[in-house]
């Protein structure tokens, strides 16, 4: 009989197969003492643990294939990031020292360990690193793994025939098992745990393999080769789907490939509408290396920077001149303007550079982070200032600061860049004669207040994973809460558009690089409510490309106001459709 279960999807496309379960899942992890005589033992039981574990993931990394979409670099990247885990003293110290202090053994006081990280990681409200506790998940799992000899049994080899690929069920894929399943050419992934902003669901879209994440219970439901149509773009899993369902869904992955594949002549073509709107497409970055690919893949520049990447996995701030080298670097590989985005960490982020002592907040999404915590702290958001002006003198920078919730925070903010430059002006420093400075409207009272904003600022870029956070007072990384994350709520689209309205009015550009940018199920809706600034996941660009040449904006925009005005279900169809 068919069943249909829901998870999230995280990777778009239709895979249709047969379930094979991981196993290894699960870990029972042993508790015991160890005599006296055996700690040194135990200790080096434990470094040749993670010793082989290394072994792995460098022979994994050297294994990243070539030529798939320019995404390597990013896919060899994640594998430093865990390497990087492995090795970090915050985790192998601590092991060692309880195996010594306490004489447990060493897979007890690893999992201690584990523990205790992903309590801080879970604390974060950064939503990116807050997924990073799966990092430090996937990183003791696999010495774990190497200390219980259940080394996970991956179907690794050619590609199975094509008629009959795999679908991998499992409790969790590390992004190193992605890489080794993927070369193995399994069709899909479910997993039950993760979310979006994992590591592994970054890889399965780089590798444009379709996934399911958060489907609770999938190993106890789904049967070993059993056969399942896992759809990406919905987050929905068929099992044992009768002749019609699977009729309907090789036809609906075939209109994909079709699509997919015509995509790429699209890559030169300018973004303008049938009705002739020009639309400027940009990507999200997050490691320098994206900025290379983001160019082929047919953005036309960088709209948004991530810099946390330079204050993580280290224990002291980076200096100024090493933010200016790392800066320069990515703004002379970006053709087109670069959109720099401001340190945008919490106050409990202290894992990593940038702590500040003084006890963990009770909300840190409404605490000191982002620009608070800058301008908190002048020294920190100094040096990145600084960095980023000299930067300027390489390419068409502009600086985008997070979090800005009033006209007094954004004056301040700006009032500082200002004093900043005049600084190093007087040092003789190298800089662009005009650095347009934005701030993101990511916070309902910046939306609201927007008309006030615009008479000061130069952009304004709308980070909609955190407007709709805190419009819906939902925690977007709150599994629990994570069906009321809703971005086509009225409320949402209200703002947006009150956003898009007040640049028009103070004739400042108006981008967008939250997720909802890169959703092609969002740009028809989005180009009527008159955003003519998308920036994405480079590998989203050419699919939303496609449906703006497809596009009447002029019809567009009339049934948006409609829909926002009246709040019609069925206009809201015809805007998705
Ligand atoms: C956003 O909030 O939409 C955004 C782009 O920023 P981040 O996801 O880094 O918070
Ligand atoms: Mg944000």
Not at 396 to 411: F, G, K, N, Q, W
Not at 438 to 456: F, K, N, Q, S, T
Not at 489 to 505: F, K, S, W, Y
Request: glycine letters at 8%; a negative charge.
């Amino acid at each position: 009989m068919s069943l249909w279960l829901n998870g999230i999807g995280v990777s778009r496309g239709i895979a249709i197969g047969r379930v094979q379960k991981l196993s290894g899942g699960d870990l029972e992890i042993p508790e015991y003492t160890i005599a006296e005589a055996d700690v040194e033992a135990e200790v080096s039981r434990f470094t040749d643990a993670q010793a082989r574990g290394r072994e792995q993931l460098q022979q994994i990394r050297s294994q990243v294939p070539a030529g798939i979409g320019g995404a390597e670099n990013e896919i060899a990247a994640f594998i430093d990031t865990h390497l990087l885990m492995m090795e970090d003293r915050s985790l192998t110290d601590a092991v060692v020292g309880s195996i010594r202090s306490s004489r447990i053994n060493a897979e007890a006081a690893l999992k201690r360990q584990r523990d205790a990280l992903m309590a801080v990681f879970e604390q974060m409200d950064d939503a990116y690193l807050r997924a990073r506790r799966d990092d430090v998940q996937h990183v003791s799992a696999r010495i774990l793994r190497i200390l219980l000899k259940e080394e996970r049994s991956l179907p690794v080899g050619e590609p199975e025939a094509p008629t009959e690929p795999n679908i991998i069920v499992a409790d969790d894929i590390t992004p190193a098992d992605i890489i080794l399943l993927a070369q193995a050419g399994v069709a899909a992934f479910i997993t039950e745990y993760g979310g979006p902003l994992s590591h592994t669901a970054i890889l399965a879209r780089s590798y444009s393999i379709p996934a399911i994440v958060g489907l609770h219970n999938a190993r106890r439901l789904f049967k070993d080769g059993e056969a399942v149509i896992v759809d990406g773009d919905l987050g929905h899993a068929l099992a044992d789907p009768d002749a019609q369902a699977l009729s309907f869904f090789r036809a609906k992955r075939a209109g994909q490939i079709e699509r997919r594949a015509s995509l790429s002549g699209l890559k030169d073509r300018p973004a303008i509408s049938r009705d002739g709107t020009k639309i400027r497409l940009l990507a999200n970055i997050e490691l320098s290396e994206d900025a290379t690919h983001a160019a082929d893949l047919g953005a036309e520049g960088v709209g948004l920077y991530r810099t946390e990447f330079l204050y993580m996995n280290r224990k002291t701030l980076p200096t100024e001149d090493e933010q200016y080298e790392a800066y320069s670097r990515v703004v002379a590989s970006v053709k087109g303007p670069i959109t720099i985005r401001t340190l945008d960490l919490g106050a409990d982020k202290q894992v990593d550079s940038g702590a500040r002592s003084g006890p963990t907040p009770n909300n840190p999404a409404l605490g000191l982070r982002a620009i608070r915590l800058c301008l908190k702290e002048p020294d920190l958001f100094r040096a990145q200032v600084r960095a980023l002006l000299r930067a300027s003198a390489h390419g068409d920078v502009h600086i985008m600061l997070p979090m800005i919730s009033s006209v007094a925070e954004y004056r301040q903010a700006k009032a500082f860049i200002d004093a900043t430059r005049e600084q190093l002006e007087r040092e003789g420093q190298k800089m662009a004669a005009h650095v347009p400075i934005g701030a993101m409207i990511e916070v309902p009272a910046a939306a609201l207040a927007a008309p006030l904003l615009a008479r000061h600022c130069s952009f304004f870029s709308i980070g909609t994973n955190d407007l709709i956070q805190y419009t819906l007072a939902i925690d977007r990384v709150d599994d629990e809460v994570n069906y009321l994350y809703d971005p086509l709520h009225p409320a949402v689209l209200r703002l947006i558009r009150m956003t898009i309205e007040a640049g028009d009015r103070g004739r400042i550009p108006v981008a967008m690089c939250g997720e909802m940018a890169g959703d092609p199920r969002y740009t028809r809706l989005l180009l009527g409510l008159g955003l003519t600034e998308f920036s994405m996941h480079p590998a989203s660009v050419l699919e939303v490309k496609r449906i703006i040449i497809e596009s009447d904006v002029r019809a567009l925009r009339a049934q948006a106001m409609n829909l926002l005005e009246t709040g019609d279900p069925q206009a809201l169809e015809t805007l998705m459709s």
